[in-house]
């Protein structure tokens, strides 16, 4: 008899935990801006993603309304992968640190922004494979923008009363892309 309790007890615990860690995950992607989708993602992508990224930890799917994204460490780099819904990769993002910035963005980034510190840096790499994705319409978007579909860097900078988001090209041309609310 104290058996079935007990498990009944494990079972109503569990089933709490649960439901109140998914309601955080939701709670937290509502503060990002981010849509959430309680559809699961595709089993295509998760197949396609462990071929094109063999060696990987920390692996977290999720849906948004334009891809279906895979959070994941590799070589120990944080990265997201998206994909697109023909299960075809578009492209990575990575966080990089300030010093991976071209040098002459760098130096813009220091002189004109310098009552802001850096707070996060992004190099997202598109994955030029992906015919269907420069063919269609669809278009990346970090910080709730659209960008071109070119390898960038995105500086996230923190001042004292806000925060804006900087986009860096290769060459390294700097081009304000978004303030953050």
Known sequence: MKKIFLVTGIAVVSTFTTAFAQYNTDDNNAKEGREINQDPVSESVK???????PNTSNIRFEKTKDFEKVNFNQNG???????DYNNQLVGTTVKESFHDLPAGAQIKILDKY???????VLKFNVNSDNV????????MTLYGNSFDKSNNYFVELKGDHDAIVLEVDLSGEVSHFTTIK
Not at 132 to 139: G, H, I, Q, V
């Open 47 to 53: 197949n396609q993603f462990t071929s094109d990224f």
């Open 77 to 83: 780099s944080q990265t997201t992968a998206y994909y």
């Open 114 to 120: 310098r009552d802001y510190t850096v707070a996060d």
């Open 132 to 139: 269907s994705y420069y063919d269609n319409e669809t278009y």
